[in-house]
């Protein structure tokens, strides 16, 4: 069966700091991967979202960037983070069949930026 | 992408039926209709997925009428582990997809 894994699962980071949080799935190929954040009581907004390796698209201007340097493996990087950075970001994968409506969610990483 | 309106929360006694109603008037053809389920501190979980008319699954119904404007996910005799927040999406095949607020579900015992 299929799994998603991030890490780590809570973080504390100065602002100006760097950041990279890891995320990889386990038991299928070429999945579908997505970033999210969701900020303390909001909805989840799309970050990133990548159909392939080295294949990324951004849906929010910020100062977070992604990659995807294998095919099961997912990074959400940025050089300097801010107070507004804050959140819970999860990841996510489409599912053997690759529907975007159909996501499957790792178990988060609560970033808390001071 | 069509918009969605939810109720922002609910509540309802242990053992009743939940109805949680989704409006997307401005849907189109080739949208479908996905509900969601998120507990505190996890990510969302999805529930079920329609186009149109009645779609059902072990979990919950949904009722999507002709004109598709809305949606309604009905949960059967709910229990307190159904306490959570509920998203209606609404997207065609493509990646972008949007999660707004949801609809706080609280069950009561």
């Known amino acids: 069966s299929q799994t998603i894994h991030q890490w780590p699962a809570t973080l504390v980071q100065p602002v100006g700091s760097p950041l990279s949080l890891e995320c990889t799935v386990e038991?299928?190929?070429?999945?579908?991967l997505y970033w999210y954040r969701q900020a303390a009581g909001r909805g989840l907004q799309l970050l990133f979202y990548?159909?392939?390796?080295?294949?990324i698209s951004s849906e929010v201007p910020q100062n977070l960037s992604a990659s995807r340097p294998q095919d099961r493996q997912f990074i959400l990087s940025s050089k300097k983070l801010l107070l507004s950075d804050s959140g819970f970001y999860l990841c996510?994968?489409?599912?053997?069949?690759?529907?975007?409506?159909?996501?499957?969610f790792g178990p988060g990483t609560r970033l808390t930026v001071t | 992408l069509a918009k969605t309106t939810q109720p922002i929360s609910m509540d309802s006694y242990e053992g009743q039926e939940v109805n949680i109603t989704c409006s997307h008037n401005?849907?189109?053809?080739?949208?479908?209709i996905t509900w969601y389920q998120q507990f505190p501190s996890q990510g969302p979980r999805f529930i079920i997925q329609?186009?149109?008319t009645k779609v059902t699954n072990e979990v919950a119904s949904l009722f999507i009428p002709a004109d598709r404007k809305s949606s309604t996910l009905s949960l059967p005799r709910v229990s307190l582990s159904d306490t959570a927040v509920y998203y209606c999406?609404?997207?065609?095949?493509?990646?972008?997809?949007?999660f707004g607020t949801g609809t706080s579900l609280t069950v009561i015992p």
């Open positions: 999406l609404v997207g065609d095949t493509g990646n972008q997809f949007y």
């Open positions: 038991g299928t190929s070429n999945p579908n």
């Open positions: 329609g186009y149109k």
């Open positions: 401005n849907i189109a053809t080739n949208d479908y």
């Open positions: 990548s159909v392939g390796i080295g294949q």
């Open positions: 996510a994968w489409g599912g053997e069949r690759g529907d975007p409506h159909e996501q499957y």
